[in-house]
Every structure is written in structure tokens, then in C-alpha cells.
């Protein structure tokens, strides 16, 4: 997907009223952020200062699949619609990270959400604090966009003083249509304990794609390593054969070549 | 523009290719569901392990930031995630005795204690045997789900998700070690001095039926009384004791000198039975027990002080 860093496109009125107004505000040192007190003061410590919250949605109409009653298949045709939503939302916070003139974006949630007023509609929201390096050091991914990372500002700190930064979010997706059993089947184990090697085939399969395809978008951001995966089920109203696997974690490279931490001690926190 | 109803030569040509992928898929997937049936893995995940092994380039894990740190302060290096899936269909539990439920006492349901235990065994076997073919020591941060879908009646899922790392600069071991412990639990075993040997993990589901002093103890008039529902509690004590029993047979086994991390899952379901001519309350009881088995590393370790601090997380 195409990228430009001053776009606005997608943005409403407001947003960018808003975006204008951050934009002097920043002059001023003024920020919003969803950070804690304790990732705002750890981000700082890292050498960055928030800028502002920044936040990219989009509104997508699933299209309909037809689906084999009886047969385990993927479901490209929502595959690619969920995949093309959460990278429109990423793609319009970056946009707006870049508008901030920001170097990346920390504690990025995405998020999918349904409303009664729309059967076949889901709104994809992408929401973070756009960071700055205070001595303006180069933190962009690759590609130019500004980096994007789940982490929160502890792990963002622990990341970069262990030598490494995050490059981006990376993420996959396989949404599989579960086989329904037929009545033969049904008969053959009546009673018995026993595996069933097709369901198992069809769930091990749609994790693996999503895994697999994250793996691929982590190689191709240049990444050393993905930490922090997690591996999220959801049917989002489709019925309870059709499932969707979404994978996604922080891409990561090193910043310099000794990853030495200084050996950790045995503490008792003093917090209840 | 070709005519109605005929193919130009570059569309059938693109059809003919579609129509082999699809059947290539189909080849895929059957050859998936035998080598599942037969407790392997599907296509799929050995094609990318496989992979992964030739062109170690990059990492994937579901390590925290810390925990990955830390993995590889205690001198490993993590190569791939790797999971395992099993769903399993759980057959009807004939019960000793007469009509169903009624007229014996408490025993153990092994129909279902026995699925249980089978499909985490082939869930966690199917993990080891990705993690041996990405070449790794251990496999850590294991986390072991149980699932139930609408759309399988009786089946359960049991899938097993964690981190394969290998040690640093040696040859891989031929069995890799697996853990559910998180990977500060994994740095902090170690250098106390300890290396884990294995999960162990049990399934044991009980039925107590209701003895008369408990029908009489939970009807309108024993309700008055206080008084302890003796075969009830003695039914948990069983169904522990047999999860238990089983967990410390498996660390036995692989010569472990004690089991830690140990999550312990308990479910009672009540079970209403008509009588005739009344009705009584039968309770069925689960325990999942999983956890570590650990051994002593041979040396002196010392015992690190622990500081007193503030934490900013």
C-alpha cells in the first residue's frame, strides 16, 4: 500500500482541526498522550518526548464468501478485507504520526469493533502516542513510515537499552471456514474417544497461515526477530464455522552490535 | 473478445492453472489429515519449520520484551514459535451399575478424563515435534489452552503455544526440554541452580453420587443442621489425589527432583436426578493439574539476596 506522509486522506474535518492545533501546541511543549505516569517518565528517559495522541480508523463493509458446507477452506475474500481494514487504520495513524512530525508511535492498540447498525460492518481502530527523538536520531522503519509498536513505554525503554528499537508492527491473518461434519461421520465415532484429524487440520492450518504470513511481513520490514506475538480467535458475527486467526507482535532490529544487559538482581517490590 | 460461451487460450489456460491449484490444496490438505490421523504434524508446519531451520534469519516469539532479554542473559537464543492442536471427540461415558447415574457411589469418569488426557498428549506431542524440527533445547513459556466450539458437540480442543530457543553455540540436544514457565521463571530456576526436565500435566474427572445422609443433609428439613457433606468432600480429595498421583508419576519418571509452577484448575458441575418420586443432586468433579518438573544442577549455586525496590511498571 502506497504511502505518503502528507496526507490527510480519510481524515475529517475535526481531525485535522485537531492535528493543526497539536501542531502548535507542540511548539509550546504541550502533548496528549495515553501514556502512564510511569511509561511517560520511561519514554522520556529513552530519549523521547511524546508529541501527541494519534489515532487512524477505518470503517470497512466485509464483502460476503461463499463458503463449501463441507469442506475446510480459507476464506481469502475476507482474509484480504480484514487484513486491507487494519492496514488502512495503521496507515492513517502513521499518516498522522508524520503530520506530527513524529519518529514513531508507542503503545499502538488495534482494535476491532461491531455495531448494531451495521450487520456487515466493522470499524478498525488503530490509536497510539507519537514519540520524537529529542536529538532528532534516525528511529524510522525501512520503508520511511514512522515506526509502530505495541509495547508499552516499560518495554520500550528495557528495548532500547538492551540495543535494540522497534521497526513496526507486523501482522497476519487467515480467516478459515470449519468443515461441517457429515452424518457418516457422525455415526463412525458415536461412543468413542477418538481425534478428529480434519478439525484439527482445519485450526492448525488457519494459525499456521497467520503465523506464517507475519512471519514473511517481519522478514520483509527487515526485522532480526518478532517479540511480544499473540495470537488473537475471533468469528466477528459470521457464524461459528468461520474464524478468524489474527497474528501480530513488534518487529525489532539492533542498534549496536553488544546486547549485554547488566545482570538482573532478586528484588521485593514494595507495591502490594 | 471471444465468443459466448468459448474460452480465448489464455483464459482457459488461467483456468486450467486455478483448477490444479485448487487441487493441489485438496492433495495438501488430505495428505494433512494422515499425517495428523497418525499423530504427525500438518504439511504446513513441517514445510516452514523446515524452512526456518535452512534460512535462520529472523525470530519469531511471543516473548515479552523482559522475557526475551532475560532468555537470552541465561545464554539461549530463541528461534520460532511453535504450537501444537489436537480436537478430540469425547465418547459417552458408560457408568457402572444399573440405569445411568443411579445406584453406585463415586468413580472416576475415565471416558472423559482419558479424552482429555489424550488430546493434551497429542497437543503437547505435536509441539515437541516442531520444536525438534526447529532444532531447538527448550521450548519455554508453554501455555496450554483448552477450547469448545459451537459448531463441534462433545469435542474439545486442546492447543499448546510457546517460544523454541536453542542454547548458544552448541549442537542441538536430540530431546528438547518443554516449560510452562514464563521466561523470568526460566532465568531465575537457572541461576538458582536448577534445569526443568519436562511439563507434567493430568486430567481427572469424578462423579460422586449423593449419599442418603447428603439428600436428607440438602432437603428442607436437614437444611437446619450444620454438618459437612462427607462424600462430596471425600470426592474431591479423590479426584486431587488422582491428578496429583498422576503428575508425580510422570516427574518420577523422568527422574525429576520436584515439580514447580503448578497450576491447579478445579470445575464442579451438579448433576439433577429424578428419583422417582423425588430427585437428588450428584456432583461431578474436575482437576487439571499441570506444571514443570525440575532437577538440581550439580554445583554450588549461591542463593542471591533479594533488594527491596520501587518498580515503575
Known amino acids: 500500500m502506497s504511502y505518503d506522509p502528507a496526507s490527510l486522506e480519510g481524515v475529517p474535518t475535526h481531525g485535522r482541526e485537531r492535528i493543526e492545533r497539536a501542531r502548535k501546541a507542540e511548539s509550546r511543549g504541550f502533548f496528549t498522550s495515553d501514556l502512564t505516569v510511569n511509561e511517560f517518565l520511561l519514554v522520556r528517559q529513552a530519549g523521547f518526548d511524546p508529541l501527541g495522541l494519534v489515532v487512524g480508523t477505518s470503517i470497512y463493509h466485509i464483502g460476503y464468501q461463499q463458503s463449501n458446507w463441507s469442506q475446510n477452506q480459507e476464506m481469502d475474500v475476507l482474509t484480504q478485507a480484514m487484513y486491507h481494514a487494519r492496514e488502512l487504520a495503521m496507515t492513517r495513524m502513521e499518516e498522522e504520526a508524520d503530520q506530527l512530525g513524529a519518529d514513531g508511535v508507542v503503545g499502538v492498540r ?35 513510515r514512522p515506526f509502530t509498536s505495541d509495547l508499552s513505554g516499560q518495554d520500550f525503554w528495557t528495548l532500547l537499552s538492551a540495543g535494540y528499537r522497534p521497526v ?25 474417544n477418538q481425534e478428529m484429524p480434519n478439525f484439527t487440520q482445519a485450526l492448525y492450518d488457519a494459525r499456521e497461515l497467520a503465523m506464517e504470513r507475519m512471519q514473511a511481513e517481519g522478514e520483509q520490514a ?19 464455522h468461520v474464524i478468524e486467526f489474527f497474528a501480530v507482535g513488534t518487529g525489532i532490529v539492533p542498534i549496536r552490535a553488544d546486547h549485554e544487559i547488566p545482570q538482573p538482581n532478586l528484588v521485593v517490590t514494595l507495591n502490594d | 473478445m471471444p465468443l459466448f460461451g468459448r474460452k480465448s487460450g489464455d483464459e ?15 492433495r495438501d490438505q488430505q495428505a494433512s489429515i494422515d499425517s495428523l490421523a497418525a ?40 528461534i520460532t514459535q511453535v504450537m501444537g492442536s489436537s480436537v478430540y471427540h469425547v465418547g459417552f461415558q458408560r457408568m457402572m451399575g444399573g440405569s445411568r447415574w443411579a445406584g453406585f457411589g463415586s468413580q472416576e469418569l475415565t471416558m472423559v478424563s482419558g479424552a482429555m488426557n489424550h488430546a493434551r498428549a497429542l497437543a503437547l506431542g505435536r509441539l515437541d515435534q516442531e520444536a525438534r524440527l526447529a532444532g531447538a533445547d527448550a521450548v519455554v513459556g508453554v501455555r496450554v ?53 519436562g511439563i507434567v500435566a ?6 460422586v453420587a449423593a449419599s442418603w445422609v447428603t439428600q436428607n443433609a440438602t432437603n428442607w428439613l436437614g437444611g437446619v443442621y450444620n454438618q459437612e457433606l462427607q462424600d462430596f468432600t471425600a470426592g474431591l480429595y479423590q479426584a486431587r489425589a488422582s491428578a496429583m498421583g498422576q503428575v508425580r508419576r510422570q516427574a518420577a519418571e523422568t527422574r525429576a527432583g520436584g515439580i514447580v509452577g503448578m497450576v491447579i484448575e478445579r470445575h464442579e458441575r451438579e448433576v439433577e436426578l429424578d ?21 538440581p544442577i550439580p554445583g554450588d549455586h549461591p542463593a542471591p539476596n533479594p533488594e527491596f525496590v520501587v518498580p515503575m511498571s
Open chain 1, 222 to 240: 527487515g526485522a532480526e526477530g518478532i517479540v511480544g506475538v499473540q495470537l488473537h480467535e475471533r468469528s466477528h458475527g459470521w457464524g461459528s
Open chain 2, 275 to 295: 428419583t422417582g418420586g423425588g430427585s437428588r443432586t450428584d456432583m461431578i468433579f474436575t482437576f487439571h493439574v499441570m506444571g514443570t518438573a525440575i532437577t
Open chain 2, 39 to 78: 499423530g504427525g504434524l500438518p504439511t504446513q508446519a513441517t514445510r516452514r519449520l523446515e524452512e526456518t531451520r535452512k534460512h535462520p534469519g529472523m525470530f519469531t516469539s511471543d516473548l515479552s520484551v523482559d522475557e526475551f532479554l532475560l532468555v537470552k542473559e541465561a545464554g539461549f537464543q530463541p
Open chain 2, 202 to 207: 493430568a486430567t481427572s474427572v469424578f462423579y
Open chain 2, 145 to 197: 489452552t483448552r477450547g469448545e466450539y459451537d459448531w463441534a458437540a462433545n469435542q474439545i480442543e486442546f492447543q499448546t503455544i510457546g517460544t523454541a530457543v536453542r542454547l548458544t553455540g552448541r549442537e542441538p540436544a536430540s530431546e528438547p526440554t518443554l516449560t510452562n514457565l514464563s521466561g523470568q521463571d526460566f532465568w531465575k530456576l537457572l541461576r538458582a541452580g536448577y534445569a526443568p526436565r
Open chain 1, 110 to 144: 488495534l482494535e476491532v469493533g461491531r455495531y448494531e447498525w451495521g450487520a456487515n460492518l466493522a470499524e478498525f481502530i488503530a490509536i497510539g502516542t507519537a514519540v520524537k527523538h529529542r536529538e532528532g536520531e534516525l528511529h524510522r522503519a525501512p520503508n520511511g
Open chain 1, 168 to 192: 513496526g508492527m507486523v501482522m497476519g491473518n487467515c480467516v478459515y471456514h470449519v468443515a461441517h461434519q457429515g452424518l457418516r461421520g457422525w455415526f463412525k465415532q458415536i461412543g468413542q
Open chain 2, 12 to 26: 482457459k489456460q488461467q483456468g486450467d492453472d486455478q483448477r490444479a491449484a485448487q487441487e493441489q490444496a485438496l
